[in-house]
């Protein structure tokens, strides 16, 4: 006789009990939309900011609308809502323009307008594109030191290591309350007292170091944190390690392409020009930092402002590049930071 294995049969049997919950219908936030909204960008302090937002009530009744105006600032990062706030009844399926008007206390500060139904729940949040900015007129730069002793020009590639530290302030708008255009660029002024070699084919640029008898030289390089890939681009994060180093050629050139070339658009290190060597075309200017609304140069999904300032006060770093074509001798030059606007 053949052995057949026992086998025991298991069924597992599962109760799932379904629990429904609703939600009662005054208790659901409210179908409320704001359909868009409007404020200027700039003010000085003793003038009334007016805030414009629309509204639409998707609801088949009419219902209690409540816009919270929140301003945080942008150097305090503390968060306050405008008060009074701005409160409605909106017919059912109607669309109504809100307004409030507010002083604000000087500084920059990003715009939140939160809506909320007669039950105090949020319906509607849209940001401001734009941040406000508070202030007075004002337009100063400030360079320390203002004297550099590089000392011994060493051969190769070297960064000197003190920073020139420039202080800066600016605050000023055009009629449409948009931002007035302006920009820190750095440049020599070296074309009085430079003369090239005698009887070379061409003259070269004037711009980095020039030698004593005005024929040589050295050009300067210069970082600021403005300049070169980010961290997740380049694997140096500047913000935290300063100037990137200047015998990879990654930073001083520029990062390699597939072709083999090198991204010399994409450098850290760059070269500052000067002043003959400069166009009304501001691509041919090394900037620092500035703001232009009307030029996308800068603007990205994270800076829809194209807004390219850095905090005052902000470092530069000089670089230069003896190579071996260098001539022994003594060199000066006058390099000039400029606040620059039209």
């Known amino acids: 006789?053949?052995?057949?294995?026992?086998?025991?049969?298991?069924?597992?049997?599962?109760?799932?009990?379904?629990?429904?919950?609703?939600?009662?219908?005054?208790?659901?936030?409210?179908?409320?939309?704001?359909?868009?909204?409007?404020y200027r960008q700039h003010f000085h302090p003793d003038e009334t900011v007016t805030f414009t937002v629309t509204i639409k009530n998707n609801e088949p009744t009419t219902e209690f609308v409540e816009i919270d105006v929140t301003l945080t600032n942008l150097g305090t990062h503390a968060e306050s809502t405008l008060t009074p706030v701005i409160t409605a009844f909106v017919a059912a399926g109607a669309t109504v323009v809100l307004q409030g008007s507010y002083q604000v206390a000087a500084g920059s500060y990003t715009v939140l307008f939160p809506l909320?139904?007669?039950?105090?729940?949020?319906?509607?949040?849209?940001?401001?594109?734009?941040?406000?900015?508070?202030?007075?007129?004002?337009?100063?730069?400030?360079?320390?030191?203002?004297?550099?002793?590089?000392?011994?020009?060493?051969?190769?590639?070297?960064?000197?290591?003190?920073?020139?530290?420039?202080?800066?302030?600016?605050?000023?708008f055009n009629r449409m309350r948009h931002d007035q255009p302006f920009t820190i660029r750095v440049y020599t002024d070296n074309s009085p007292?430079?003369?090239?070699?005698?009887?070379?084919?061409?003259?070269?640029?004037?711009?980095?170091?020039?030698?004593a008898d005005g024929k040589y030289v050295i050009p300067i390089k210069i970082w600021t944190l403005n300049f070169g890939p980010d961290i997740q681009e380049s694997g140096w994060?500047?913000?935290?390690?300063?100037?990137?180093p200047v015998d990879d050629d990654d930073y001083w050139v520029g990062p390699p392409l597939i072709e083999g070339t090198r991204s010399l658009g994409s450098a850290s290190w760059v070269r500052i020009p000067d002043l003959?060597?400069?166009?009304?075309?501001?691509?041919?200017w090394r900037r620092l930092i500035g703001q232009d609304p009307y030029d996308n140069r800068f603007v990205v999904d994270t800076n829809l402002i194209g807004d390219y300032t850095l905090r005052s006060p902000f470092t530069v770093y000089l670089a230069t590049?003896?190579?071996?074509?260098?001539?022994?001798?003594?060199?000066?030059?006058?390099?000039?930071?400029?606040?620059?606007?039209?």
């Open 193 to 211: 007292r430079y003369h090239g070699i005698p009887k070379s084919i061409r003259r070269g640029s004037p711009a980095g170091l020039i030698s």
């Open 276 to 284: 003959v060597d400069m166009s009304p075309d501001p691509g041919s």
């Open 116 to 172: 909320f139904d007669g039950n105090g729940e949020r319906s509607d949040t849209v940001r401001g594109r734009y941040p406000l900015h508070i202030g007075t007129e004002t337009e100063s730069l400030r360079v320390f030191p203002e004297n550099i002793e590089l000392g011994e020009i060493p051969a190769g590639r070297y960064q000197y290591p003190m920073p020139i530290e420039i202080n800066w302030s600016y605050f000023r």
């Open 237 to 244: 994060d500047s913000t935290l390690a300063g100037p990137p």
């Open 321 to 342: 590049e003896a190579q071996a074509y260098a001539v022994e001798g003594s060199y000066s030059t006058t390099l000039v930071v400029e606040l620059w606007t039209p």
């Open 1 to 38: 006789m053949r052995n057949v294995p026992a086998r025991m049969t298991f069924f597992l049997l599962t109760g799932l009990t379904l629990l429904s919950v609703s939600t009662p219908a005054w208790a659901a936030p409210k179908r409320l939309r704001i359909e868009s909204f409007d």
